[in-house]
């Protein structure tokens, strides 16, 4: 008996320090992060419960890294993935979804969607949804049309989650889609072809369904878009 209280108090120990280490880590940021005081970067719901932070970590070779933070109370929630730039940020009205619009290099942005779940915000999609937009074009008729950008690919979430894209004279439901525009260079593989664009072509995603699909509205967009012509708008893509 002696014996089995011997080897089960360091394993009770361990368990104890594992958790506590979970939840610290998970509590926030760790030393090596400063938040950054750019009012830029700093993005609160429109319901005012949720402040979106954002810490960055510079190493000794200027290696730079960012963490996004979701503070609700005392409680905080990583948004991953950890990236190395800064990332700007939309709600829907009702708080309760999230877009990461996420430069990843000069003339490169993805989209990441998120969700309030239990514990916070969490990934709403397994991959990133430009990714998953970008598939989306590909496999259908205008995708076949031209090929697939391979420079500057770029996805942006046009304004208009907070008021259901009334601008483009909608009247879709509240909280229900998001419109994507995508955009990249064509370099073709010989240089006599010379190089062609991708200016943003749209297409919606509906949050209930996770479907993806391309309102009759956007017809005459996208076919400029295709043609590598910019559709003149009041309310650009961002």
Request: contains cysteine; glycine residues 8%; proline residues 7%.
């Amino acid at each position: 008996m002696n014996t089995l209280r011997r080897f089960a108090l360091p394993l009770v120990l361990l368990v104890l320090l594992a958790f506590a280490s979970s939840v610290l880590a998970a509590s926030g940021p760790g030393p090596d992060y400063k938040l950054s005081d750019d009012p830029d970067f700093a993005f609160t719901s429109p319901d005012g419960a949720i402040k979106l932070e954002q810490y960055i970590k510079e190493t000794k070779d200027f290696d730079i890294k960012w963490q996004i933070w979701a503070r609700r109370g005392t409680d905080m929630t990583e948004l991953k993935p950890e990236l190395d730039y800064p990332a700007g940020f939309r709600f829907t009205s009702d708080s309760q979804w999230l877009v990461r619009m996420q430069k990843i290099g000069a003339g490169y942005q993805k989209l990441f969607l998120y969700h309030q779940g239990k514990s916070g915000f969490e990934a709403a999609t397994e991959e990133p949804l430009s990714d998953l937009a970008w598939a989306f074009f590909k496999n259908g008729p205008d995708g076949r049309k031209i090929s697939p950008p391979n420079f500057h690919i770029f996805a942006a979430l046009l304004k208009g989650t907070e008021d259901a894209y009334r601008w483009m004279g909608v009247t879709w439901p509240d909280n229900r889609y998001l419109v994507i525009s995508l955009a990249g260079v064509i370099e073709a593989k010989h240089p006599r072809n010379g190089v062609k664009e991708l200016t943003g072509w749209r297409c919606r995603y509906d949050l209930q369904s996770g479907k993806f699909d391309v309102p009759a509205a956007f017809a005459k967009n996208n076919a400029r878009a295709i043609a590598g012509k910019p559709f003149p708008e009041e309310n650009g893509d961002e």
